[in-house]
């Protein structure tokens, strides 16, 4: 890009930040795009590009009679998902990234993605996409700024955050900003690399169009650069949901739970009571992400960075999470879902019948009765979750909700039982590092295997997992009213592979539970595992058809496979070598000494 056009960049620039208008000249000179479009966030803007993505073909238009205001996008087949062997985090030390991540030197990195960047955007527009992660004027809220070439990526942004002139005001002269560039290069699996530079507030992202790998926002700095900056300044940047569970009294306990990608947290976060609940009311505050920090009450507050949900479309249906359904019927966008004839949208556990043709994910016609799936197992929605209807009326509040329980759970056929609450804040720690989860589709790579994911932080803790664990031992100090911490496992199997506890809105009976022992109004049972619902006073099985073998299948806790469990945190450990944090080993023998006796 000539040098006159670089001073256009400020010319047109709806700021006058001399860090943000340097940083992004010197970007466009790099990769010279053709123009240059700061989104201000606007209805008029969003119009304007969604026509222009459609006559580009980006997105297809849905039935607006079906579903107002959405749209379809078909990625490319190869980049479907997040890509963690492609991910890297960039730290002038390879031990500060530790042994969980995908290592790169930043003079190495920025060298190699530049040469990739160099000239990236001629013939395309750079887009200068600003943004919140928190509510606006939230001393939570952190700022970033994406260039993108990627409409779709603005699109999604729109939904995802509060992007715009809003998030510029709130930055105005400060240069405290993430600085993500995205550049969607030729959808090259060997040339593509989603690089975090810690120190710089940095994303470089190339390669790649698709959710966590470009939204950068999202995994990448409410995350990654989160997880980070968390520890620096003292709080803690979780994939976890958020949601308000309030009683027929009244009463609402905030809790936060960590599950690993597709593995229900957005289900969890919108679900419906049973029946049986009457009175009971769920309200959702955040599907994916959690930034915590302690109060000025001595409680650990907490927001949802984000302002709309990417949430896996398969399965989703009117029994599974109704408000989800509800959320995706206006103003969404699906990425690699099926059409209908009749312009609608489709997928494998939709509600009614499987239709007799279908256009699949990728375009190609489909039929009903094909051995192939018509929609992408990580087939997506973006929406804005002011259309959620059990949206929380803090989900927009700048100091976040104060959370009283914190749930730690995988995907696990076997060994973990239903629900533990941990003895203390340590031994939740140790829960919480110990978790183990069989693999879904969010990530590429193989299915179903189970592999450490301690906090379902794995793919996104930016720094080393050791550093990060102890991080977590360390805020004890900061948060005298520590909320409880429980381990939960949905995903049970008996012998012949079927799910033994039924989940999705019956899950409310577990969460009941929590809230009862959180309130201090349950007795308990002890175990070797921690505290358990007792068979008398437990969990409210009223209502629940469900047999007596299930209900302890789902909460036995069998020695064999404990045993066989604590052999494998032993690998997670030694893999964390000297960083492995002295309180969690100690846990783990506490635990083998309990299992020996
Ligand atoms: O593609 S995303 O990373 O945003 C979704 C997920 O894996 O949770
Ligand atoms: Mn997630």
Redesign the pocket.
Known sequence: MASTQVAAVGEKAPTKNPTLLAWVAKMAQMTQPDNIVWCDGSEEEKKRLTDQAVKEGILIPLNQQKRPGCYLHRSNPNDVARVEHLTFICTPNKTEAGPTNNWMDPDEAYTKLGQLFDGSMKGRTMYVVPYAMGPIGSPFTKIGVELTDSVYVVLNMRIMARMGKQALDMLGDSDDFNRGLHSTGDVNPDRRYICHFPHDNTIWSFGSGYG?NVLLG??CLA?RIGSFLGREEGWLAE?MLILGVTSPKGETTYVAAAF???CG?TNFAMMIPPAEYKGWKIETVGD??AWMRPGPDGRLYAINPEAGY?GVVPGTNYKTNPNAMETIAKDTLFTNVALTPDGDVWWEGKDGEVPEELTDWQGRPWKKGSAEKAAHPNSRFTAPMSNNPVLSPKANDPMGVPISAIIFGGRRSNTVPLVIQAFNWTHGVFLGATMGSETTA?ATGKVGVVRRDPM?MLP?CGYHMGDYLQHWLDMQKSIPQLPKIFQVNWFRQDKNGKFVWPGFGENMRVLEWIVNRVQGRVPTQETLLGWVPRADQGLNLNGLDISTEAVTEATSIKEDEWKAELKSQEVFFEQLGTKAPEALMLQRKLLMSRLET
């Open positions: 966590g999202k995994k995350l994939h690993p990608s597709a947290k994916d992400i990417f969010a379902a996104f």
